[in-house]
C-alpha cells in the first residue's frame, strides 16, 4: 500500500515546491466569499485525487480506488489548513476572493490530519473508531497528492500503522497484556509476543501463556471478539507461596456474602495451605449495607483484606463494591460478582507479601 501511494504522489507531485491549486469564490460578503473559495478548492481537490487515482489504474489496486469512494461519501467536508486568500475585490453583485493551496498548506494539513487521528485502541469505542477510520483515509487520499519532503516517509509509516490499527478494531480484536511479574515472557496460540503492545488477534479462542522466573506460570484460554479491545493484567504467584500454611478469618458482618468454598479454592490456587493453627491469617472484614428498589436490592460493601503475622499487619487491601442483583437470585449474584473482587485482592497481597521465614 505506502508504495503504491508513493507512486500516484509521483504522477502529480513534480517539482513539490512549486505545485499549487486555486479557485475563486463569490458572495454578498467578504466572509462568504472567502468561504465559497474554500469549498470550491476543496472540490477540486477531491476531484485532483480522483483523477490522479483513474489515471493510473496500472499501478492503483481497487482497494486505494474504493478507499476514496468510501472517503468521498462521509458527511463530513474536507478539511483544509494552511489556505491563503487573495485580495477581496468588489464585484457588481458582491465580492470575490481566490484560496490558494500549496504544497506548504498540503504538509500542514497532512500534520493535521496527523494530530487529529492519533488515538488509544483501546480506549474508544467502535463508533468512535469509525470517525477515525474516515480521517485516516481522508488523509490517505491527500497523500495521493504527494509531499517530496523528509516528512514523507513518516507521515506513510505513521498512516499505515494506524490504519491497521483502526481496522484491527472493527474487523478483528486487539489484546494488550501486562504482568506484575519482572522478566514476564508472553505467548499467544505458541507464538511469542510483546508485553504493554497493541496485539492484532482474529476472532475466536486463543490460548495465552505467561512465565517469569520465580513465578507460576500461567495458561489460560481467551476468547476474542471481532471488534473488541481487551486490555488485561495478568498477576503471576510467587513460587514463595507454596506451602504458606494460612488461617481464614471472616468477619460477621460479611459471612453470609462472602462464597467460602470459592475462597478456599482461590487460596488453593494461590499456593496457600488452610490451617486453623497458623499465626499467618487472612482476614476478610468490612460492612454491608442494602436498599431495596421493586424486584432489585442494591449491597453496597466496603471490603478491608489484610495478612496477619499473629497481631502484625503484613499487608492489606481496602475497597468499595455497590452491587445490584434480583432480588429472586440474589444469593447466587452476589457470589458470582463479589468473589471477582476479592480474588483480585489476594493475588494483590500475594505478590506484595514478605513472608515470615518460620512459615514455610
Known amino acids: 500500500m505506502r508504495q503504491i501511494i508513493f507512486l500516484l504522489g509521483l504522477l502529480l507531485a513534480g517539482n513539490a515546491s512549486a505545485w499549487m491549486m486555486d479557485a475563486e469564490g463569490f458572495g454578498d460578503t467578504p466572509e462568504k466569499a472567502k468561504l465559497a473559495a474554500y469549498a470550491t478548492l476543496a472540490g477540486q481537490i477531491r476531484s485532483e485525487i480522483k483523477s490522479v487515482t483513474s489515471a493510473s489504474t496500472s499501478v492503483v489496486n481497487k482497494q486505494v480506488d474504493s478507499n476514496f469512494s468510501l472517503t468521498s461519501s462521509q458527511k463530513s467536508d474536507l478539511l483544509l489548513k494552511g489556505v491563503e486568500y ?12 481566490v484560496a490558494r493551496f500549496d504544497a506548504d498548506a498540503l504538509h500542514q494539513t497532512l500534520a493535521y490530519y496527523e494530530t487529529q487521528t ?16 474516515a480521517s485516516l483515509l481522508m488523509w490517505q487520499s491527500l497523500m495521493l497528492l504527494g509531499v517530496a519532503d523528509q516528512d514523507s ?11 491497521e490499527l483502526v481496522n484491527a478494531r472493527l474487523e478483528k480484536g486487539l489484546l494488550q497484556v501486562h504482568s506484575n511479574a519482572p522478566d514476564t515472557e508472553l505467548q499467544i496460540d505458541g507464538q511469542p509476543l510483546q508485553l504493554d503492545q497493541a496485539i492484532i488477534l482474529r476472532a475466536g479462542n486463543h490460548q495465552l501463556s505467561l512465565a517469569a522466573p520465580d513465578y507460576k506460570p500461567l495458561t489460560k484460554v481467551l476468547y476474542v471478539s471481532r471488534g473488541s479491545a481487551q486490555s488485561l493484567s495478568e498477576y503471576l504467584i510467587p513460587l514463595s507461596n507454596e506451602g504458606q500454611r494460612i488461617a481464614l478469618n471472616i468477619g460477621d458482618e460479611l459471612a453470609g456474602f462472602v462464597p467460602q468454598a470459592e475462597l478456599k479454592t482461590a487460596m488453593n490456587e494461590m499456593g496457600w495451605t488452610l490451617s486453623a493453627t497458623s499465626p499467618l491469617h487472612l482476614d476478610i472484614d468490612g460492612s454491608s449495607n442494602v436498599r431495596q428498589s421493586g424486584a432489585f436490592s442494591q449491597y453496597d460493601f466496603d471490603f478491608n483484606i489484610g495478612m496477619y503475622d499473629g497481631e502484625n499487619k503484613l499487608k492489606s487491601v481496602s475497597f468499595k463494591k455497590t452491587i445490584t442483583v434480583s432480588s429472586s437470585y ?14 483480585k485482592a489476594i493475588l494483590l497481597l500475594a505478590n506484595n507479601v514478605e513472608w515470615p521465614a518460620q512459615n514455610n
Open 86 to 97: 487573495g485580495e477581496v475585490g468588489k464585484t457588481q453583485d458582491g465580492y470575490k476572493v
Open 118 to 133: 492519533a488515538f488509544d485502541p483501546f480506549g474508544i469505542s467502535v463508533r468512535t473508531a469509525k470517525e477515525i477510520k
Open 153 to 163: 516517509e513518516k507521515f506513510r509509516q505513521e498512516l499505515d500503522t494506524r490504519l
Open 330 to 343: 440474589k444469593k447466587r449474584q452476589l457470589a458470582n460478582k463479589i468473589m471477582p473482587e476479592i480474588r
